[in-house]
């Protein structure tokens, strides 16, 4: 029996998780690199991303459907994950800007929604949730309510904890540990340098 | 029998075309205002749109296949349409960022793409083509060339004009005198309305 292409396969073969050495912003060298921006490139993937997600959102079978009224998405590699998940799911979008325009209906959020509307945030992937956190403030500025993150990868760095001292609850298609347990499995990635990245990714 | 509802119905129908007393940021008021950020909370008039641009896309049986190697869509109106055509399609897409990151894999495009390859730049609409022509900059100066643009709307105010004068050729799903014309035949706007419109636009 063949083994099957799992999305962690697609991720890797596509170049949206890389393994090496990586320079961050804070000087630390990390063994991984995740880069969701390259799915626009790669529509196959992105429609198979999409529904994994919208999968995630009707409960898999394993949990309730997540109850919301529109999906807001976070530019720029949010957006086009969004973009891909309301066409999948029929759910209106919004997102809003990383500036605002000074003229003609300037919006701090684009696309239609009422104050009381709940949202659920779709992004890429968390780490440590605080940027996630930051994203959520104009949304419930704007009057939404935001009970529900939905991201493709999480880290598993802190995200889901964070996100529930603010009361959200936070779902992701994988995890770090899953996916690169699928390319041990897809012989992509050696047990010991899967080993390394978990080492690396739990002290920091 | 009865009457299509056209594409143009549909923009009308969500608030992408309005009319009305639109303050501008040059101070003039329109009587039209266009905004096609809404179609991400229309997701299936998103996927109309995404579907008629790939009719276009494909020649629609009247003219040549515009030949291209990646869509390039400009943030934020064209990102969520390119990223529909593109799943429609199956065609990778690029995108130009607004602002650079200073930090990881630093880009000025984001996804996948070698110079000498032919990227075909789709966006919401056109109006003189000045901002159109220097959104191709950042493009062309990765090395990649750009021969056609492909909007929803063309608000024929010179933007066809202006892009010949860089050896670029102009494609729209609609113009706006169609969509008028639309407009009109299913009883949105009076013929009156329609030349009032259409005066300002020549004026302008």
Redesign the interface.
Known sequence: MEDTHTLADDLYDI?CVKFGQ?K??SGLVSPI?I?L??L?????V??RVAGAMAAKIAGDGQELPIQFD?LAAI??AG??I???V??E???????P???VK????AKLI????RAGEVALLVDDLITKGTSKIESLKPLTDAGLLVKDVLVLIDREQGGQAELSTFGVTLHSVLTLSEILADLVRSNKLTGSQRDDVLAWIRSN
Chains 1, 2 share one sequence.
């Open positions: 170049g990586f961050l912003k690199y880069d921006r390259l626009v490139s790669h529509p196959v992105l429609r529109r530019p720029y957006l086009p969004g973009v891909a309301g066409l799911t029929g759910k209106p979008l919004i997102y800007r990383k500036e000074d003229y003609g209906t684009e696309g239609e929604f």
